[in-house]
């Protein structure tokens, strides 16, 4: 068991979702069994390759210290992206890719929602995810379409792909990063600074209704459409605030939960074996509520949201695409991070040691002594003991 201080100086429990799925992922698998309820595959690899991390009968690299001799094992992890260990690395590259893709100009973070309604289609069915993508990117185009038909401006879109909310409930929505300026049949760029809110809501309602309707015929879901046109008069919800500063902060902010656990273990304030309790602060609150469920609900509640294997969870639309036609006039223009730094930031995210020398301002081979360690050897098991293992490693 971890430990660590809390605000009261004392010692609490830190307790870690790999330890919770070590203890009860045997038998939650027998029980979803025994229910009938097939577990998907990219799930049991996902969960089995987290409750292997930094295991050191996986493997580890040995390292030696120069000056006074002493040994520093770097256990090899997982590289599951929905590891709490192993994602946040994941989440700070996909960051940096696509930062390093968006032209020099003002962006905004767009979010589409859909109804409580809709969810379950997209729980039961994981192709209609999709679904979500072309509409929001449909909806932007016949917006900027609408501004001048001859012309037909196209934006840049980085669309990604959130399951959940605060509270680990299924919620499907999609985050967008929308490039403010557009380019047109003639080559034009134009900068479309306002959007009406009025107009993109409808549409958006409209896009991705017309998709699920088309896929979907029973006539219980043309009932259940015809119902959410009436309640949703105004269109469903979107939010499309203008980013002043936007930066690689906010790009992180945004791919953060593609590349890591739906919960951050320091969430967790109880587990008992049986249950376990953990905060959120709801939308629109200021106020920390607290969630306590089973372990085997809370297992469901975080592997729901993992993919298949092979879905994008990020996608790029518009003059981003580089499959469409605009993306020729788009790779001339200057980019928002030069070369220069591009270079400098993927140097710090290439070892492990100098990712944490760069985020946290410490240098993880130094000795206590004040030595500098250096690699010894890797210590590799086999593929039979362990089947999904990658074999590059970063520091414990």
Known sequence: MKYHVNYKNEIAKKYTIKEILREHWSEFMKAMAAEGKPIRTSIIRNVKRIIDCQDPKKGYALYICEKCSTFKQVYFTCKSRFCNTCGAKYSKDRALSISAKLIDSSHRHVVFTIPEELRKYFAHNRTLLNLLFQAAANTILYCFKMRNKSENYI???????HTFGRDLKWNPHIHMILCEEAVGNSGKWLKFSHINY????????????????????????????????????????????????????????????????????????????????????????????????????FIKSLIIHIPNYDFKMIRYFGFYNEKHSKFNQYKLRRKRITSSMLSALRNAHKYWHSRIRYYFNYDSLKCNCGGQMSFVELFLPSSKTNPFMSYSWVGS
């Not at 934006?155 to 792909?161: E, I, K």
């Not at 896929?215 to 219980?220: A, E, G, L, Q, R």
């Open 155 to 161: 934006p840049g879109m980085v669309c990604v792909l």
């Open 198 to 297: 009025e107009s993109l809501r409808r549409s958006w309602q409209y896009s991705i209704l017309k998709l699920l309707s088309e896929s979907n015929p029973d006539p219980s879901f043309k009932a259940l459409v015809d119902k959410l046109y009436a309640d949703h008069k105004a269109g469903f919800y979107v939010n499309a605030p203008p980013v002043k500063n936007f930066s690689l902060g906010v790009v992180h902010y945004i791919v953060r939960y593609v590349g890591r656990p739906v919960l951050a273990q320091s969430r967790i304030i109880d587990y008992d074996g049986e249950f376990v309790s953990f905060t959120y602060t709801p939308h629109g609150s200021t106020e920390e509520e607290t969630e306590r469920l089973t372990v085997f609900d």
